[in-house]
Protein backbone atom coordinates (compact mmCIF):
# COMPACT_ATOMS: atom_id res chain seq x y z
CA UNK A 1 0.00 0.00 0.00
CA UNK A 2 2.95 2.62 0.91
CA UNK A 3 3.41 2.85 -2.91
CA UNK A 4 0.23 3.51 -3.33
CA UNK A 5 0.44 7.34 -1.71
CA UNK A 6 0.44 9.29 -5.12
CA UNK A 7 -2.13 7.92 -6.82
CA UNK A 8 -4.09 8.77 -3.52
CA UNK A 9 -3.15 11.65 -3.95
CA UNK A 10 -3.85 12.27 -7.39
CA UNK A 11 -7.77 11.05 -7.13
CA UNK A 12 -7.97 13.55 -3.95
CA UNK A 13 -6.20 16.73 -6.08
CA UNK A 14 -8.64 15.90 -8.97
CA UNK A 15 -11.50 15.82 -6.88
CA UNK A 16 -10.52 18.79 -4.95
CA UNK A 17 -10.26 20.02 -8.55
CA UNK A 18 -13.40 19.57 -9.89
CA UNK A 19 -15.53 20.10 -6.58
CA UNK A 20 -13.73 23.90 -6.64
CA UNK A 21 -13.26 24.66 -10.24
CA UNK A 22 -17.60 23.97 -10.55
CA UNK A 23 -18.54 25.55 -7.08
CA UNK A 24 -16.71 28.77 -5.98
CA UNK A 25 -18.49 31.58 -7.61
CA UNK A 26 -17.00 33.89 -10.23
CA UNK A 27 -16.42 37.46 -8.87
CA UNK A 28 -18.91 39.97 -9.49
CA UNK A 29 -18.13 42.25 -12.53
CA UNK A 30 -19.73 45.08 -15.18
CA UNK A 31 -20.57 43.06 -18.46
CA UNK A 32 -22.88 45.84 -20.57
CA UNK A 33 -24.59 48.83 -20.70
CA UNK A 34 -27.56 49.70 -22.76
CA UNK A 35 -26.18 52.22 -25.47
CA UNK A 36 -22.48 52.72 -26.18
CA UNK A 37 -22.43 56.58 -27.34
CA UNK A 38 -23.06 59.38 -25.03
CA UNK A 39 -24.05 63.15 -26.03
CA UNK A 40 -23.30 66.14 -23.72
CA UNK A 41 -25.68 67.10 -21.09
CA UNK A 42 -27.75 64.71 -19.39
CA UNK A 43 -27.17 60.45 -19.87
CA UNK A 44 -29.58 57.76 -18.50
CA UNK A 45 -28.12 54.80 -18.61
CA UNK A 46 -28.65 51.18 -17.32
CA UNK A 47 -25.58 49.00 -16.51
CA UNK A 48 -25.67 45.28 -17.07
CA UNK A 49 -23.63 43.62 -14.12
CA UNK A 50 -23.05 39.93 -13.29
CA UNK A 51 -22.86 38.58 -9.67
CA UNK A 52 -22.58 42.60 -8.23
CA UNK A 53 -24.44 42.93 -4.98
CA UNK A 54 -26.40 46.06 -6.21
CA UNK A 55 -28.52 46.65 -3.19
CA UNK A 56 -25.41 47.69 -1.23
CA UNK A 57 -26.54 51.29 0.24
CA UNK A 58 -22.04 52.24 -0.49
CA UNK A 59 -22.39 51.64 -4.14
CA UNK A 60 -20.98 54.14 -6.32
CA UNK A 61 -20.28 54.24 -9.57
CA UNK A 62 -17.30 56.27 -11.59
CA UNK A 63 -17.05 57.48 -15.71
CA UNK A 64 -13.15 56.96 -15.89
CA UNK A 65 -11.05 58.15 -19.04
CA UNK A 66 -7.71 57.23 -17.42
CA UNK A 67 -6.09 56.54 -14.00
CA UNK A 68 -6.25 59.61 -12.59
CA UNK A 69 -10.04 61.22 -14.53
CA UNK A 70 -13.00 60.47 -12.87
CA UNK A 71 -16.74 61.32 -13.17
CA UNK A 72 -19.13 60.76 -10.63
CA UNK A 73 -22.37 59.27 -11.12
CA UNK A 74 -25.83 59.55 -9.58
CA UNK A 75 -27.26 56.42 -9.04
CA UNK A 76 -31.17 55.90 -9.68
CA UNK A 77 -32.48 52.84 -8.89
CA UNK A 78 -31.94 48.97 -9.19
CA UNK A 79 -33.64 48.17 -12.27
CA UNK A 80 -33.80 44.16 -11.68
CA UNK A 81 -31.49 41.87 -10.24
CA UNK A 82 -28.17 42.73 -12.26
CA UNK A 83 -29.29 45.81 -13.71
CA UNK A 84 -28.53 49.33 -12.16
CA UNK A 85 -29.68 52.67 -13.69
CA UNK A 86 -27.27 55.70 -13.57
CA UNK A 87 -27.60 59.20 -14.27
CA UNK A 88 -24.54 61.83 -15.01
CA UNK A 89 -24.28 64.83 -17.10
CA UNK A 90 -21.35 65.09 -19.50
CA UNK A 91 -20.07 68.66 -19.94
CA UNK A 92 -19.52 69.45 -23.64
CA UNK A 93 -15.96 70.36 -23.41
CA UNK A 94 -15.56 66.97 -22.13
CA UNK A 95 -12.36 64.44 -24.30
CA UNK A 96 -13.56 62.97 -27.24
CA UNK A 97 -12.61 59.20 -26.37
CA UNK A 98 -13.81 56.23 -24.82
CA UNK A 99 -14.74 56.19 -21.29
CA UNK A 100 -14.74 53.19 -19.19
CA UNK A 101 -17.50 52.22 -16.39
CA UNK A 102 -16.04 51.81 -12.43
CA UNK A 103 -18.16 50.32 -10.20
CA UNK A 104 -17.36 50.40 -6.50
CA UNK A 105 -18.58 48.92 -3.18
CA UNK A 106 -17.20 47.60 -0.04
CA UNK A 107 -17.92 44.27 -0.40
CA UNK A 108 -17.71 43.58 -4.36
CA UNK A 109 -14.28 45.75 -4.66
CA UNK A 110 -14.13 47.14 -7.67
CA UNK A 111 -15.47 46.12 -10.93
CA UNK A 112 -14.10 47.95 -14.08
CA UNK A 113 -15.19 47.54 -17.48
CA UNK A 114 -13.20 49.33 -20.31
CA UNK A 115 -14.55 51.37 -23.03
CA UNK A 116 -18.21 51.32 -22.44
CA UNK A 117 -19.11 54.38 -24.35
CA UNK A 118 -17.50 56.70 -26.83
CA UNK A 119 -18.33 60.55 -26.68
CA UNK A 120 -17.50 62.47 -30.22
CA UNK A 121 -18.92 65.49 -30.64
CA UNK A 122 -17.64 68.85 -32.28
CA UNK A 123 -17.23 70.90 -29.33
CA UNK A 124 -15.07 68.12 -27.05
CA UNK A 125 -11.82 68.44 -26.88
CA UNK A 126 -8.85 66.15 -27.34
CA UNK A 127 -6.26 67.11 -24.56
CA UNK A 128 -5.92 67.07 -20.77
CA UNK A 129 -9.31 67.23 -18.64
CA UNK A 130 -10.05 67.45 -15.13
CA UNK A 131 -13.39 66.96 -13.23
CA UNK A 132 -13.57 68.48 -9.85
CA UNK A 133 -16.13 67.50 -7.36
CA UNK A 134 -15.53 63.73 -7.18
CA UNK A 135 -13.77 61.96 -4.20
CA UNK A 136 -11.62 59.09 -6.45
CA UNK A 137 -9.63 57.86 -3.68
CA UNK A 138 -11.91 54.93 -3.03
CA UNK A 139 -11.53 53.16 -6.48
CA UNK A 140 -9.62 50.37 -6.92
CA UNK A 141 -10.94 48.33 -3.69
CA UNK A 142 -10.04 44.11 -3.69
CA UNK A 143 -13.01 41.61 -3.40
CA UNK A 144 -13.24 40.64 -0.27
CA UNK A 145 -14.91 37.76 -1.35
CA UNK A 146 -13.89 33.88 -2.13
CA UNK A 147 -14.41 33.70 -6.23
CA UNK A 148 -13.29 32.87 -9.00
CA UNK A 149 -11.80 36.68 -10.71
CA UNK A 150 -13.80 38.15 -13.13
CA UNK A 151 -12.86 38.86 -16.56
CA UNK A 152 -14.36 40.55 -19.92
CA UNK A 153 -15.49 38.19 -22.41
CA UNK A 154 -14.18 34.77 -20.85
CA UNK A 155 -17.19 35.26 -17.62
CA UNK A 156 -17.90 31.90 -16.58
CA UNK A 157 -15.54 29.82 -18.79
CA UNK A 158 -12.23 30.58 -16.84
CA UNK A 159 -12.92 27.48 -15.11
CA UNK A 160 -12.04 25.87 -18.01
CA UNK A 161 -8.66 26.60 -17.10
CA UNK A 162 -8.37 23.89 -14.65
CA UNK A 163 -9.14 21.52 -18.00
CA UNK A 164 -7.57 22.75 -20.62
CA UNK A 165 -4.00 24.24 -19.72
CA UNK A 166 -3.06 20.79 -17.81
CA UNK A 167 -3.84 18.83 -20.92
CA UNK A 168 -1.28 20.61 -22.83
CA UNK A 169 0.65 19.86 -19.66
CA UNK A 170 0.75 16.11 -19.10
CA UNK A 171 0.46 15.95 -23.15
CA UNK A 172 4.31 17.26 -22.83
CA UNK A 173 5.31 15.67 -20.07
CA UNK A 174 3.87 12.36 -21.29
CA UNK A 175 5.92 13.24 -24.60
CA UNK A 176 8.76 14.21 -22.68
CA UNK A 177 9.01 10.87 -21.15
CA UNK A 178 9.01 9.14 -25.14
CA UNK A 179 11.83 11.03 -25.83
CA UNK A 180 14.01 10.02 -23.07
CA UNK A 181 12.85 6.48 -23.55
CA UNK A 182 13.92 6.82 -27.20
CA UNK A 183 17.04 8.29 -26.57
CA UNK A 184 17.48 5.76 -24.04
CA UNK A 185 16.68 2.67 -26.55
CA UNK A 186 19.12 3.86 -29.22
CA UNK A 187 21.48 3.58 -26.16
CA UNK A 188 21.15 0.24 -25.02
CA UNK A 189 18.19 -1.39 -27.36
CA UNK A 190 16.40 -2.82 -24.70
CA UNK A 191 12.80 -3.69 -25.69
CA UNK A 192 11.71 -2.16 -22.21
CA UNK A 193 12.90 1.19 -23.19
CA UNK A 194 10.53 1.27 -26.81
CA UNK A 195 7.95 -0.40 -24.55
CA UNK A 196 7.62 2.91 -22.27
CA UNK A 197 7.94 5.24 -25.57
CA UNK A 198 4.86 3.58 -27.26
CA UNK A 199 2.79 3.71 -24.06
CA UNK A 200 3.93 7.44 -23.23
CA UNK A 201 2.98 8.15 -26.78
CA UNK A 202 -0.19 6.77 -26.60
CA UNK A 203 -1.25 8.48 -23.78
CA UNK A 204 0.08 11.58 -24.62
CA UNK A 205 -2.15 11.43 -27.50
CA UNK A 206 -5.34 11.00 -25.51
CA UNK A 207 -4.26 14.25 -23.73
CA UNK A 208 -3.58 15.75 -26.87
CA UNK A 209 -7.14 15.18 -27.99
CA UNK A 210 -8.62 15.87 -24.76
CA UNK A 211 -6.76 19.35 -25.35
CA UNK A 212 -7.34 20.15 -28.52
CA UNK A 213 -11.58 19.68 -27.75
CA UNK A 214 -11.61 21.79 -24.45
CA UNK A 215 -9.71 24.16 -26.45
CA UNK A 216 -12.35 24.10 -29.03
CA UNK A 217 -14.93 24.91 -26.78
CA UNK A 218 -13.32 27.99 -25.41
CA UNK A 219 -12.52 29.11 -28.49
CA UNK A 220 -16.42 28.74 -29.62
CA UNK A 221 -17.02 30.99 -26.20
CA UNK A 222 -14.62 33.93 -26.56
CA UNK A 223 -13.53 33.91 -29.95
CA UNK A 224 -16.90 32.91 -31.23
CA UNK A 225 -15.41 30.13 -33.70
CA UNK A 226 -14.54 26.03 -33.05
CA UNK A 227 -11.04 27.02 -34.92
CA UNK A 228 -9.34 30.02 -35.80
CA UNK A 229 -6.40 30.29 -37.78
CA UNK A 230 -3.58 30.97 -35.12
CA UNK A 231 -0.06 29.72 -34.29
CA UNK A 232 -0.63 28.42 -31.37
CA UNK A 233 -3.96 26.10 -32.88
CA UNK A 234 -1.39 25.53 -36.39
CA UNK A 235 1.57 24.11 -33.33
CA UNK A 236 -0.86 21.93 -31.60
CA UNK A 237 -2.64 20.35 -34.71
CA UNK A 238 0.73 19.40 -36.06
CA UNK A 239 1.87 18.14 -32.56
CA UNK A 240 -1.39 15.59 -33.33
CA UNK A 241 -0.55 14.22 -36.72
CA UNK A 242 3.23 13.88 -36.23
CA UNK A 243 2.56 11.76 -33.38
CA UNK A 244 -0.37 9.46 -35.13
CA UNK A 245 2.43 9.38 -38.27
CA UNK A 246 4.59 8.05 -35.14
CA UNK A 247 1.73 5.26 -34.63
CA UNK A 248 1.20 4.88 -38.54
CA UNK A 249 5.37 4.34 -38.64
CA UNK A 250 5.19 1.47 -36.57
CA UNK A 251 2.41 -0.34 -37.20
CA UNK A 252 3.88 -0.37 -41.11
CA UNK A 253 7.21 -2.11 -39.80
CA UNK A 254 6.59 -6.18 -39.05
CA UNK A 255 10.09 -6.44 -37.29
CA UNK A 256 10.24 -5.70 -33.61
CA UNK A 257 13.91 -4.71 -33.50
CA UNK A 258 13.82 -2.59 -36.78
CA UNK A 259 10.43 -1.41 -36.13
CA UNK A 260 11.98 0.06 -32.05
CA UNK A 261 14.78 1.24 -33.49
CA UNK A 262 13.49 3.10 -36.80
CA UNK A 263 10.34 4.70 -34.56
CA UNK A 264 12.96 5.76 -31.91
CA UNK A 265 14.95 7.62 -34.95
CA UNK A 266 11.63 9.25 -35.68
CA UNK A 267 10.40 10.43 -32.30
CA UNK A 268 13.53 12.21 -31.46
CA UNK A 269 13.57 14.49 -34.76
CA UNK A 270 10.15 14.98 -34.55
CA UNK A 271 10.47 16.06 -30.77
CA UNK A 272 12.86 18.11 -32.23
CA UNK A 273 10.88 20.44 -34.86
CA UNK A 274 7.81 19.97 -32.29
CA UNK A 275 9.99 22.05 -30.10
CA UNK A 276 10.94 24.47 -32.85
CA UNK A 277 6.94 25.26 -33.85
CA UNK A 278 5.32 25.47 -30.18
CA UNK A 279 8.20 27.04 -28.44
CA UNK A 280 9.60 29.31 -30.72
CA UNK A 281 7.66 29.84 -33.70
CA UNK A 282 4.60 31.38 -32.18
CA UNK A 283 6.33 34.13 -30.36
CA UNK A 284 7.60 35.61 -33.53
CA UNK A 285 4.26 35.67 -34.87
CA UNK A 286 0.79 37.55 -33.79
CA UNK A 287 -1.61 34.82 -31.87
CA UNK A 288 -4.92 35.35 -30.06
CA UNK A 289 -4.25 33.16 -27.35
CA UNK A 290 -2.97 34.03 -24.07
CA UNK A 291 0.52 34.03 -23.48
CA UNK A 292 2.16 34.14 -26.95
CA UNK A 293 2.87 36.62 -29.41
CA UNK A 294 2.65 39.62 -27.24
CA UNK A 295 -0.37 38.39 -24.94
CA UNK A 296 -0.15 38.15 -21.58
CA UNK A 297 -0.51 34.58 -20.52
CA UNK A 298 -3.20 34.05 -17.37
CA UNK A 299 -0.66 33.79 -14.52
CA UNK A 300 0.84 37.94 -15.60
CA UNK A 301 -1.63 39.49 -13.75
CA UNK A 302 -5.12 37.31 -13.74
CA UNK A 303 -4.28 34.44 -12.14
CA UNK A 304 -5.13 35.56 -8.41
CA UNK A 305 -4.60 33.46 -5.14
CA UNK A 306 -8.10 31.65 -5.31
CA UNK A 307 -7.25 30.81 -8.86
CA UNK A 308 -3.25 29.37 -7.94
CA UNK A 309 -5.06 27.31 -5.31
CA UNK A 310 -6.95 25.29 -7.59
CA UNK A 311 -4.38 25.73 -10.76
CA UNK A 312 -1.29 24.50 -9.17
CA UNK A 313 -3.00 21.46 -7.86
CA UNK A 314 -5.44 21.07 -11.31
CA UNK A 315 -1.71 20.56 -12.98
CA UNK A 316 -0.04 18.12 -10.36
CA UNK A 317 -3.21 16.27 -10.62
CA UNK A 318 -3.78 16.00 -13.92
CA UNK A 319 0.22 14.89 -14.19
CA UNK A 320 -0.62 12.83 -12.20
CA UNK A 321 -3.11 10.70 -13.68
CA UNK A 322 -1.34 11.34 -17.26
CA UNK A 323 1.30 9.23 -15.56
CA UNK A 324 -0.72 6.46 -13.66
CA UNK A 325 -2.38 5.70 -17.21
CA UNK A 326 0.95 5.03 -18.84
CA UNK A 327 1.90 2.77 -16.24
CA UNK A 328 -1.13 1.08 -16.77
CA UNK A 329 -0.58 1.00 -20.60
CA UNK A 330 3.20 0.13 -20.23
CA UNK A 331 2.08 -3.30 -18.05
CA UNK A 332 -0.31 -4.01 -20.56
CA UNK A 333 2.34 -3.62 -22.93
CA UNK A 334 4.62 -5.79 -21.04
CA UNK A 335 2.21 -8.33 -20.18
CA UNK A 336 1.66 -8.77 -24.63
CA UNK A 337 5.30 -9.12 -25.07
CA UNK A 338 5.35 -11.77 -22.46
CA UNK A 339 2.25 -13.65 -24.02
CA UNK A 340 2.67 -13.58 -27.52
CA UNK A 341 6.59 -14.00 -27.44
CA UNK A 342 7.40 -15.46 -24.40
CA UNK A 343 9.71 -12.84 -23.30
CA UNK A 344 10.87 -10.86 -20.02
CA UNK A 345 11.49 -7.14 -20.26
CA UNK B 1 36.75 14.22 -47.06
CA UNK B 2 37.90 11.69 -49.92
CA UNK B 3 35.42 9.48 -49.41
CA UNK B 4 33.02 11.99 -49.07
CA UNK B 5 33.82 13.71 -52.56
CA UNK B 6 33.75 10.01 -53.72
CA UNK B 7 29.94 9.54 -52.77
CA UNK B 8 28.65 12.39 -53.84
CA UNK B 9 30.47 11.94 -56.98
CA UNK B 10 28.79 8.69 -56.73
CA UNK B 11 25.61 9.82 -55.97
CA UNK B 12 25.54 11.97 -59.48
CA UNK B 13 26.63 9.20 -61.26
CA UNK B 14 23.83 7.24 -60.46
CA UNK B 15 21.22 9.57 -61.11
CA UNK B 16 22.70 10.40 -64.49
CA UNK B 17 23.17 6.49 -64.90
CA UNK B 18 19.08 6.01 -64.04
CA UNK B 19 18.07 9.11 -66.61
CA UNK B 20 14.65 8.09 -66.39
CA UNK B 21 14.48 9.07 -62.51
CA UNK B 22 15.46 12.32 -63.10
CA UNK B 23 13.23 12.77 -66.56
CA UNK B 24 10.21 11.90 -64.02
CA UNK B 25 10.57 13.86 -62.00
CA UNK B 26 11.28 16.76 -64.23
CA UNK B 27 8.11 16.19 -65.82
CA UNK B 28 6.47 15.90 -62.67
CA UNK B 29 6.77 19.33 -61.62
CA UNK B 30 7.03 20.87 -65.12
CA UNK B 31 3.43 19.54 -66.05
CA UNK B 32 2.05 20.28 -62.67
CA UNK B 33 3.10 24.19 -63.43
CA UNK B 34 1.03 23.18 -66.94
CA UNK B 35 -1.81 22.35 -65.21
CA UNK B 36 -1.72 25.23 -62.70
CA UNK B 37 -1.30 27.39 -65.87
CA UNK B 38 -4.05 26.14 -67.67
CA UNK B 39 -6.21 26.42 -64.97
CA UNK B 40 -5.95 29.87 -64.16
CA UNK B 41 -3.88 31.14 -67.41
CA UNK B 42 -2.06 34.19 -65.27
CA UNK B 43 -2.17 35.13 -61.72
CA UNK B 44 -1.98 38.64 -60.94
CA UNK B 45 -2.72 38.43 -56.92
CA UNK B 46 0.83 38.12 -55.38
CA UNK B 47 -0.50 35.84 -52.88
CA UNK B 48 -1.95 33.32 -54.91
CA UNK B 49 1.27 33.18 -57.14
CA UNK B 50 4.02 32.44 -54.02
CA UNK B 51 1.44 30.14 -52.55
CA UNK B 52 1.09 27.94 -56.01
CA UNK B 53 4.69 28.04 -56.87
CA UNK B 54 5.49 27.06 -53.03
CA UNK B 55 2.72 24.17 -53.26
CA UNK B 56 4.32 22.55 -56.09
CA UNK B 57 7.56 23.24 -54.50
CA UNK B 58 6.72 21.00 -51.72
CA UNK B 59 6.06 18.09 -53.84
CA UNK B 60 8.54 18.07 -56.06
CA UNK B 61 10.59 17.82 -53.39
CA UNK B 62 8.41 14.85 -51.56
CA UNK B 63 8.84 13.19 -55.08
CA UNK B 64 12.30 13.87 -55.60
CA UNK B 65 13.65 12.90 -51.93
CA UNK B 66 11.04 10.08 -51.53
CA UNK B 67 12.66 7.68 -53.97
CA UNK B 68 16.66 8.78 -52.62
CA UNK B 69 16.75 5.62 -50.36
CA UNK B 70 14.51 3.04 -52.23
CA UNK B 71 16.42 3.43 -55.97
CA UNK B 72 19.46 1.51 -54.53
CA UNK B 73 20.37 -1.53 -55.03
CA UNK B 74 20.70 -3.87 -51.59
CA UNK B 75 23.64 -4.81 -53.04
CA UNK B 76 25.53 -1.86 -53.72
CA UNK B 77 24.42 -0.73 -50.13
CA UNK B 78 25.80 -4.33 -48.73
CA UNK B 79 29.06 -3.19 -50.14
CA UNK B 80 29.06 0.85 -49.58
CA UNK B 81 28.35 -0.17 -45.57
CA UNK B 82 31.75 -2.54 -45.52
CA UNK B 83 33.51 0.27 -47.22
CA UNK B 84 32.28 4.03 -45.84
CA UNK B 85 31.12 5.33 -42.81
CA UNK B 86 27.71 5.90 -42.20
CA UNK B 87 28.33 9.80 -41.14
CA UNK B 88 29.76 10.12 -44.74
CA UNK B 89 27.18 8.48 -46.24
CA UNK B 90 24.16 10.42 -45.18
CA UNK B 91 26.20 13.50 -45.81
CA UNK B 92 26.80 12.95 -49.16
CA UNK B 93 23.03 12.40 -49.34
CA UNK B 94 22.31 15.57 -47.94
CA UNK B 95 24.85 17.58 -50.04
CA UNK B 96 23.43 16.03 -53.49
CA UNK B 97 19.69 16.63 -52.55
CA UNK B 98 20.36 19.95 -51.67
CA UNK B 99 22.14 20.93 -54.83
CA UNK B 100 19.58 18.67 -56.69
CA UNK B 101 16.78 20.85 -54.61
CA UNK B 102 17.98 24.37 -55.43
CA UNK B 103 18.37 23.42 -59.56
CA UNK B 104 15.15 21.75 -59.17
CA UNK B 105 13.86 24.91 -57.38
CA UNK B 106 14.84 27.27 -59.36
CA UNK B 107 13.83 25.66 -62.49
CA UNK B 108 10.57 25.19 -61.35
CA UNK B 109 10.80 29.34 -60.40
CA UNK B 110 11.54 29.90 -64.18
CA UNK B 111 9.28 27.74 -65.43
CA UNK B 112 6.74 28.79 -63.62
CA UNK B 113 7.40 32.47 -64.02
CA UNK B 114 7.63 32.13 -67.98
CA UNK B 115 3.92 30.65 -67.67
CA UNK B 116 2.32 32.58 -65.24
CA UNK B 117 3.81 36.20 -65.10
CA UNK B 118 5.96 37.34 -61.99
CA UNK B 119 2.85 37.72 -59.69
CA UNK B 120 4.32 41.48 -59.75
CA UNK B 121 7.51 40.36 -57.95
CA UNK B 122 9.10 42.70 -60.41
CA UNK B 123 12.97 42.58 -60.88
CA UNK B 124 14.13 44.50 -57.96
CA UNK B 125 12.91 41.84 -55.45
CA UNK B 126 14.19 39.08 -57.43
CA UNK B 127 17.32 38.41 -55.89
CA UNK B 128 15.71 38.43 -52.29
CA UNK B 129 13.15 35.66 -54.02
CA UNK B 130 15.63 33.63 -55.23
CA UNK B 131 17.90 33.39 -51.89
CA UNK B 132 14.41 32.43 -50.21
CA UNK B 133 13.68 29.50 -53.00
CA UNK B 134 17.64 28.26 -52.63
CA UNK B 135 17.03 28.08 -48.75
CA UNK B 136 13.77 26.83 -48.60
CA UNK B 137 15.37 23.65 -51.29
CA UNK B 138 17.88 23.38 -48.84
CA UNK B 139 15.75 23.48 -46.02
CA UNK B 140 13.15 20.63 -48.12
CA UNK B 141 15.99 18.47 -48.39
CA UNK B 142 18.01 18.35 -44.93
CA UNK B 143 14.38 17.48 -43.76
CA UNK B 144 13.22 14.87 -46.35
CA UNK B 145 16.17 13.52 -46.41
CA UNK B 146 16.51 11.60 -42.92
CA UNK B 147 12.47 10.90 -43.39
CA UNK B 148 13.22 9.26 -46.63
CA UNK B 149 15.38 7.13 -44.55
CA UNK B 150 13.31 6.27 -42.35
CA UNK B 151 10.25 5.50 -44.58
CA UNK B 152 12.87 3.15 -46.74
CA UNK B 153 13.37 0.82 -44.10
CA UNK B 154 9.09 0.56 -43.57
CA UNK B 155 7.38 -2.48 -45.57
CA UNK B 156 4.94 0.46 -47.44
CA UNK B 157 8.14 2.59 -48.79
CA UNK B 158 8.52 5.43 -50.24
CA UNK B 159 4.64 6.05 -49.81
CA UNK B 160 5.30 6.62 -46.12
CA UNK B 161 7.36 9.67 -46.91
CA UNK B 162 4.23 11.92 -47.50
CA UNK B 163 3.06 10.51 -43.83
CA UNK B 164 5.79 11.46 -42.10
CA UNK B 165 6.72 14.41 -43.86
CA UNK B 166 3.95 16.44 -44.32
CA UNK B 167 3.36 17.57 -40.77
CA UNK B 168 7.04 17.80 -40.04
CA UNK B 169 7.59 20.19 -42.65
CA UNK B 170 4.73 22.65 -41.70
CA UNK B 171 7.16 24.89 -39.35
CA UNK B 172 9.78 25.00 -42.50
CA UNK B 173 6.44 26.32 -44.87
CA UNK B 174 5.51 28.67 -42.05
CA UNK B 175 8.96 30.30 -41.87
CA UNK B 176 9.78 30.53 -45.68
CA UNK B 177 6.25 31.58 -46.35
CA UNK B 178 6.85 34.23 -44.53
CA UNK B 179 9.77 35.04 -45.80
CA UNK B 180 8.64 35.22 -49.00
CA UNK B 181 5.05 36.85 -48.46
CA UNK B 182 7.16 39.79 -46.97
CA UNK B 183 9.49 39.87 -49.87
CA UNK B 184 5.84 40.13 -52.34
CA UNK B 185 4.58 42.97 -50.17
CA UNK B 186 8.02 44.89 -50.94
CA UNK B 187 8.78 45.07 -46.82
CA UNK B 188 12.89 45.93 -46.82
CA UNK B 189 15.60 43.07 -46.60
CA UNK B 190 16.45 44.51 -43.13
CA UNK B 191 13.35 44.21 -41.54
CA UNK B 192 12.87 40.53 -42.83
CA UNK B 193 16.20 39.23 -42.41
CA UNK B 194 15.53 37.76 -39.25
CA UNK B 195 13.74 34.87 -40.87
CA UNK B 196 16.04 33.79 -43.02
CA UNK B 197 18.44 33.55 -40.41
CA UNK B 198 16.02 31.32 -38.78
CA UNK B 199 15.85 29.42 -41.78
CA UNK B 200 19.48 28.67 -41.69
CA UNK B 201 19.55 27.99 -38.45
CA UNK B 202 16.63 25.13 -38.72
CA UNK B 203 18.53 24.14 -41.27
CA UNK B 204 22.22 23.45 -39.50
CA UNK B 205 19.83 21.88 -36.74
CA UNK B 206 18.28 19.47 -39.23
CA UNK B 207 21.97 18.73 -40.68
CA UNK B 208 22.83 17.65 -37.36
CA UNK B 209 19.98 15.78 -36.13
CA UNK B 210 20.41 13.72 -39.39
CA UNK B 211 24.03 13.27 -39.08
CA UNK B 212 23.19 12.14 -35.53
CA UNK B 213 20.46 9.46 -36.11
CA UNK B 214 21.05 8.28 -39.57
CA UNK B 215 23.72 5.72 -38.40
CA UNK B 216 21.20 4.03 -36.59
CA UNK B 217 18.88 3.63 -39.34
CA UNK B 218 22.06 2.18 -41.46
CA UNK B 219 22.07 -1.28 -40.45
CA UNK B 220 19.19 -3.86 -40.56
Redesign the interface.
Known amino acids: MRHLWWKVLCGLLLAYVTVFSFIVPLGPGVIGVDQTSLSSGENTVIIQSYNAHLEESDLQVFLGINDSTYLCTEVLEQVDNDKLKVRFTLPQDAPNTSFNILMNNAKDGTMFFPNAFRYADAAGTSGDFEWSSCPVSVVNQENTGFSIPFQPIIYETIRNLMFHVPMWFTMFFLMGIALVSSLRYLSNSKTEHDLRALAAVQVGLVFCVLGLITGSVWARFTWGAWWVNDPQLNGALVTFLIYVAYIILRNSIEDDQKRAKIAAVFNIFAFVILFVLLMVLPRFSESLHPGKGGNPAFNKYDLDNTLRMVFYPAVIGWILLGYWIYQLRLRLHRIEKKFYYNENV | MKALMYLIKHEFRMEFRQKYAIASILLFTVSTIYVVYQAMKKIDDSNVWNAILWIILLFSAFNAIGKSFSTEQRSLRMYLYTTVKPQQFVLAKLIYNSLFMVVLGLLALGVFSLFLGDGGLGPLKLGTYILGVVMGSVGFACLLT??AG?AA????GSG?TA??G???T??LI??IM?FTTQIMKGIPFEDNV?NIL?LGV?NV?LIG?TYL?FP??WR?
Open positions: LIIQTDSMVLLPIIPLIRQYLGLLYLD
